[in-house]
């Protein structure tokens, strides 16, 4: 797990380790997230916080797997998602779905990130509008 502040700074062997998932090695980069109180382009509320920010920007690279945890106490009714939209199907968008795994115990979500994933994505809760915010696919 890495600070959301420094992935576009680490070398790869400090950022990632190899794991075997689904028939596949791939590269994986993780996130601690919760809930907590905040403001970000929605508004002020409830809004998921990634390591210690209030829904941050985060930036993924092409061919390589993240990880969020998701089993903090705080997110017992705010699953988090995926979209190709803004704040998802709070906004007439739809769960993204592509390499994306759902595990319930331990409650994780794992996205691999491959040439024909959208250079934006946008994380969000399925219950509550304005929690989440942008993924920039590099």
């Given at each position: 797990?890495?600070?959301v502040?420094?992935?576009e700074i680490?070398e790869?062997t400090e ?19 919760k ?11 409830n ?11 985060l930036?993924f ?6 990880e ?41 979500m ?5 040439d ?23």
């Amino acid at each position: 797990y890495v600070n959301v502040e420094q992935i576009e700074i680490l070398e790869d062997t400090e950022a990632y380790e190899s794991v075997q998932s689904i028939g596949m090695i791939y590269n994986r980069i993780g996130f601690f997230v919760k809930v907590g109180e905040g403001e970000n382009s929605y508004g002020t509320g409830n809004k998921y916080i990634i390591g210690e920010n209030v829904s941050p920007e985060l930036f993924f690279q092409r061919n390589l797997c993240y990880e969020f945890d998701l089993n903090h106490p705080s997110l017992e009714t705010h699953d988090l998602r995926i979209s190709t939209t803004a704040d998802g199907t709070h906004n007439d968008g739809i769960v993204y779905s592509d390499n994306v795994e759902l595990v319930q115990t331990p409650k994780e979500m794992y996205i691999m990130v491959t040439d024909s994933t959208p250079d934006t994505l946008y994380y969000f809760c399925i219950n509550h509008p304005g929690m989440g915010g942008t993924i920039t696919v590099k």
